[in-house]
């Protein structure tokens, strides 16, 4: 009889053990699917995790009474079979073996490898017991929370953005998100920490229509930049006072050439160049605007963002019919890439982190071109070689004053090859 109360406490032990792995360890997500698909024992899972400190304290009494009965009725055992003088050494040393193998390491580890239907098949008994032992359970409540005031210590969010990064990284791997899937949750957790003046089309290279201009030239310059929209300046590009779209302008076209640039012309948006990519998303889908004027700090034009550009954080490179598409970045050789000068530094970043290629790019630079003029300290002019750490960058094209196209060679430290 107490051989077999003693089996009884183990399988209470192991399960008492099992539970607190299985609660631990089981995924929140797939357990809320499964109550909405209309799982009970889900639901009810998901409750005892909601209060999961009463339900801990819960599996630990019941654990300690369990094993404490053991040991004692081993005890009485042992004292039976060996004597009182080695009886208890027996008992205290058989015990700790079986309750170590039987009660935690093997229930844990079976559990930690079906946590959610094993959470799922205790969680009627634990939501029994956590009722049972309420006066116990709110006693130690109150004493861990004293603790915690005594300690000072602060609520921590359950998990952070880098911790998001590292769990996606893992999803990938194990092959649950395609490539482009995971990269877009990860362009989608960077993108609250872009500011607008990273993807702007830069003044320079800005195509403008002047106020006064005649229909006749911007209807070249509608034809030959292939543009759906245009900004509109009074004197300088400093005064960009509006916008006006192809389907509008070549619609009075036809209509009647006798028209002028601002009885089309429509109002656009003014952001200030430090301002969140996500707060320009939400200002320009509010405002229903498709393109708006980029500040600096002084009030002129540092640039133009159309919401396509915005899009592309997110989704990579969005073509139009009209495009020629040319690829950002192009693997000429073995960590050699051939890249365009308006490629933003984020992007080649991730173009590299996703080939698992380690390439600290340090630069406050936003876009290649800039952090390539960093590099040589000057205007480079076609074929300049510039060497910085792992880094050796050669201009292929370059025009006036910009960088247009470069190679970038990147050699791996000797420890990373090994």
Not at 20 to 35: D, P, V, Y
Not at 125 to 130: G, K
Request: aromatic share 8%; charged share 25%.
């Amino acid at each position: 009889m107490q051989i077999v109360l003693i089996v009884i406490l183990i399988i209470c032990s192991a399960y008492f053990s099992a539970t607190e792995t299985a609660l631990n360890s089981a995924n929140k997500i797939r357990l809320k699917n499964m109550a909405d698909n209309g799982s009970r024992a889900a639901q009810r899972t998901l409750n005892i995790l909601a209060k999961y400190d009463k339900a801990l304290t819960t599996i630990l009494i019941g654990n300690n009474i369990v094993n404490i009965a053991c040991s004692s009725i081993a005890t009485i055992l042992a004292i039976q079979l060996v004597g009182e003088q080695y009886g208890s050494l027996v008992s205290t040393i058989v015990v700790t073996i079986v309750v170590l193998i039987f009660g935690e390491v093997m229930p844990k580890s079976i559990a930690k490898d079906f946590a959610e239907p094993f959470a799922m098949f205790s969680s009627g008994v634990i939501s029994f017991l956590m009722v049972i032992f309420t006066p116990v359970s709110a006693f130690f409540i109150l004493l861990k929370k004293a603790a915690s005031k005594l300690f000072h210590r602060k609520e921590s969010v359950s998990m952070t953005e880098e911790e998001l990064k590292v769990m996606i990284d893992e999803i990938e791997d194990e092959g649950v998100l395609e490539t482009q899937e995971s990269n877009l949750v990860r362009s989608a957790l960077e993108f609250d920490e872009i500011t607008v003046d990273e993807i702007i089309t830069p003044r320079v290279r800005i195509v403008a229509v002047e106020i006064g201009e005649d229909v006749d030239e911007v209807r070249r310059k509608f034809l030959q930049e292939e543009y759906s929209r245009m900004p509109v300046y009074e004197r300088t590009l400093d005064n960009i006072i509006g916008i006006i779209t192809e389907k509008e302008f070549f619609k009075q076209y036809e209509k009647n050439s006798d028209f002028t640039v601002r009885s089309i012309m429509q109002e656009t948006l003014y952001l200030p160049q430090m301002q969140k990519l996500s707060e320009v998303f939400r200002t320009m889908q509010k405002q229903k605007c498709h393109m708006s004027v980029v500040l600096d700090q002084h009030g002129g034009t540092l640039g133009i963002v159309t919401m396509e550009d915005i899009l592309e954080e997110l989704v990579g490179e969005i073509w139009d019919e009209s495009d020629e598409v040319k690829s950002p970045v192009t693997v000429v050789g073995n960590n050699v890439f051939e890249v365009y000068g308006d490629v933003s530094l984020n992007s080649l970043r991730r173009f590299l982190e996703a080939r698992d290629i380690p390439a600290d790019i340090e630069s406050e630079a936003h876009t290649v071109a800039g952090w390539v003029l960093g590099l040589f300290g000057s205007i480079p002019k076609n074929g300049d070689t510039v060497t910085s750490g792992m880094f050796t960058v050669t201009v292929l094209e370059a025009a006036e004053l910009r960088v247009i196209r470069v190679r970038i060679e990147i050699k791996k430290n000797e420890s990373e090859e090994q």
